[in-house]
């Protein structure tokens, strides 16, 4: 969050210039307006101390922002910002190179510290030959932004020079382009994309006392992001939940393509390293005034890890695919509105050394393991999510009422066993006394084991089940379900009905 507000003003400048005044021919001027106003509606002060016109260039000079939010406060000063008329009636728009940005961060409280200092960081943004060009007509305004970098460096902490901490910690984005476009006043139609070729980030510091030493270094490839949305009135980023209120909506999304992390670290008694890597992923995120989804993924994951913690070698974890994604409603609503969870984990695995430590004779299968579990239903706020009174008054209540839940797939895979399931749900809140206090159930839910039992005889075998519990476990087992086709294969039908549960066809409660 506080990265994205320091870019607010510059290469963010895409956000705010391409909004303004929809004529056949964009003025310096009217651009300059526009970035004031609309800055506004995202929380920004921006004033310039200086404004001259020389021909077709309209000079800025010390342009400053100022934004807060929450405690933290984000200022910079840009020197100049030059706004040059073109022949074809848009505006090219350049910056100086480099300009510096503090910002202070509040510190969250606790027992030793009720009242702590401010975190204060300088920073350096560098955008050097960054170029955008804004244009328009009575329908719609557009601005191109290309830099071939943008970086933002710490500079200082709590008025230490980096230098002096032996700290370098910065980010760097390479072959930045996009653009953006606006439509509409009052109601305003929002749509803009977003590439860069790499994103790199190196952090690194010694201890001056203990010489201690961390290194860390990440970069991704290939990022590109799209997003499109309608801004309301006057309401934007400064009052989000007002905005979505009012009938603000926005969608986005982001990929990027392989990614690697490395990591080390030393002092007097410790040290180890790491490194990970993914063949890409995604996040998607969709706000209205109605509903929130949120939801993305990784591909193609593995992570190594050695120290002198470390029992062995060295520790191995990968896995194929891990995505999520929740989809919630967010205000009341005479009608049940949509809801959905996901949760995947594909082929998981860990090393050996790992398994070794409970099952040193490997009795049990060292497969992948694999979890999903996928729902989705049908629900009735009682309060507006969005409004933080109401939340406040919600204590431990339930923020509203469950009416329908779909399980579209349940998979565990683990140690040779199975489990999968699916089924459906629908809950009758005005009973909540049936099923002790849960709304009462009417549906269906199927489920099948395989080598449920196989897995219970190898858990007792290297001690890790007693053997009275394997007894109560198989007897829940018999209770619940029944042999199905194939070897050590188990299925189960759980049926709400009548106020009742049944498991196949026998009723239990």
Do not use: C
Not at 159 to 166: L, T
Not at 440 to 466: E, F, H, M
Request: hydrophobic residues 40%; charged residues 20%.
């Amino acid at each position: 969050m506080t990265y994205f507000s320091t870019l607010a003003g510059t290469t963010a400048l895409a956000t705010l210039v391409a909004a303004g005044s929809a004529q056949a021919d964009v003025t310096p001027e009217q651009v300059w307006q526009s970035w004031q106003e609309l800055g506004a509606t995202y929380g920004q002060t921006l004033t310039a101390a200086n404004q001259s016109r020389t021909g077709d260039t309209l000079k800025l000079q010390d342009v400053r922002m100022h934004f807060a939010q929450d405690g933290t406060v984000v200022e910079g000063t840009i020197p100049e910002v030059n706004l040059t008329q073109r022949g074809d009636g848009t505006v090219e728009i350049t910056m100086s190179p480099e300009f510096p940005v503090e910002m202070t961060i509040p510190n969250e409280p606790d027992a030793e510290n009720p009242a702590p200092e401010p975190t204060e960081l300088a920073l350096a943004l560098r955008q050097p030959g960054m170029v955008m060009v804004a244009g328009g007509d009575d329908l719609a305004t557009t601005l191109a932004f290309d830099a071939p970098s943008t970086t933002i460096a710490v500079t200082e902490v709590d008025g230490v020079s980096a230098r002096e901490m032996n700290l370098t910690a910065e980010m760097t984005m390479s072959d930045v382009a996009g653009t953006y476009r606006t439509e509409g006043t009052d109601t305003r139609s929002i749509t803009n994309d977003f590439t860069a070729a790499v994103a790199e980030m190196t952090f690194a510091m010694t201890d001056p006392e203990t010489k201690g030493k961390v290194n860390v270094r990440a970069s991704a490839t290939d990022l590109k992001g799209t997003s499109s949305g309608k801004m309301v009135g006057t309401l934007g980023m400064a009052d989000m939940a007002a905005a979505l209120q009012a009938g603000a909506a926005s969608t986005g999304s982001f990929t990027y393509g392989p990614a690697t992390l490395e990591f080390d670290f030393a002092d007097a008694t410790d040290k180890g390293k790491g490194s990970a890597s993914a063949a890409g992923g995604n996040l998607d995120v969709s706000m209205s005034g109605d509903s929130l989804s949120y939801g993305g993924g990784t591909k193609n994951v593995s992570l190594t890890l050695s120290g002198s913690q470390i029992p062995f070698p060295q520790f191995n974890m990968s896995y194929a695919e891990a995505a999520f994604q929740l989809l919630t409603p967010v205000t009341t609503s005479e009608e049940p509105q949509d809801f959905r969870l996901l949760t995947r984990l594909v082929n998981f695995k860990v090393s050996d050394e790992i398994w070794a430590m409970f099952d040193p004779q490997a009795q049990l299968p060292r497969d992948p393991a694999t979890l999903v579990l996928d729902a989705k239903g049908k629900a009735r706020l009682d309060i507006d999510l969005l409004d933080p009174k109401q939340v406040e008054t919600l204590g431990e209540k339930a923020p509203g009422q469950i009416e329908a839940l779909d399980l579209d797939q349940l998979q565990l895979t683990i140690a040779g066993a199975d489990l999968t399931g699916d089924g459906s749900l629908t809950f009758d809140n005005s009973d909540t006394t049936t099923f002790g206090g849960v709304p009462a159930p009417t549906g269906q839910i199927d489920l099948k084991l395989v080598g449920g039992n196989a897995l219970i005889d190898k858990l007792v075998s290297i001690g890790i089940v007693p053997q009275d519990q394997a007894m109560a476990a198989r007897m829940m087992l018999g209770l619940f379900a029944r042999p199905g086709e194939g070897e050590d294969t188990l299925t189960s039908t759980l049926e709400f009905k009548d106020k009742g549960f049944y498991a196949n066809g026998q009723r239990l409660q």
